[in-house]
């Protein structure tokens, strides 16, 4: 069992740290993860790459997650073309979120666009790529549920600038990386 109220020790495993991550969101209320998601995401809101991107790659929110539905609406609304991943094999495609009824419950309970699929010969047309985590740091290393799904798409989005969101518990020290991950450009909690 994991002490919630110990912070993780440098070095410690990835397998720890999430149990770790898991352990500090059972100490907030749902209504508490709401209100740090609405400041997050209005953070997000106040970028120069958010305002400036025309193609965004963003993700549906487990209940446990950053809920970016607010990004989701506001970069719809504003005419922006919005990429949402679908869970295909042990990759992630990105296919075209349009609107909440182009939604189908996916992979792992994860609602998902039924919408066209975005091949990824234009993946260079992704500006700016919002990706979540169960915990960063500040060199912007990630680490993800373990699937490892994200790891096989990062490399994927060259020309994306890559922004992290979690909520700021979830911003640690350090996050063991490897030599192959894609470290994100920055991390929004």
């Not at 352990?23 to 953070?43: F, G, H, P, V, W």
């Not at 009824?101 to 998902?112: K, N, T």
């Amino acid at each position: 069992m994991i002490d919630p109220t110990r912070a993780p020790l440098k070095g410690e495993g990835k397998s720890t740290l999430r149990q770790y991550i898991r352990a500090q969101k059972k100490q907030y209320s749902a209504d508490q993860l709401a209100a740090m998601s609405t400041e997050i995401t209005n953070r997000v809101l106040a970028l120069a790459s958010w305002q400036e991107a025309g193609t965004l790659l963003l993700y549906y929110p487990l209940a446990d997650e950053v809920d970016v539905r607010p990004l989701i609406k506001d970069a719809d609304d504003s005419g922006k073309k919005v990429l949402l991943p679908v869970v295909k094999d042990e990759e992630l495609e990105l296919r075209r979120y349009g609107g909440e009824a182009s939604l189908a419950q996916g992979a792992f309970g994860i609602m998902e666009p039924i919408g066209p699929l975005f091949p990824p010969e234009n993946y260079g047309e992704i500006q700016l790529a919002i990706i979540p985590g169960m915990a960063f740091d500040a060199a912007g290393h990630r680490l993800g549920r373990g699937k490892g799904y994200y790891d096989r798409l990062l490399p994927k989005l060259k020309a994306a600038r890559l922004t992290g969101i979690c909520f700021p518990f979830q911003l640690l020290d350090e996050v063991p990386a490897e030599v192959h991950d894609i470290p994100v450009h920055e991390v929004v909690a």
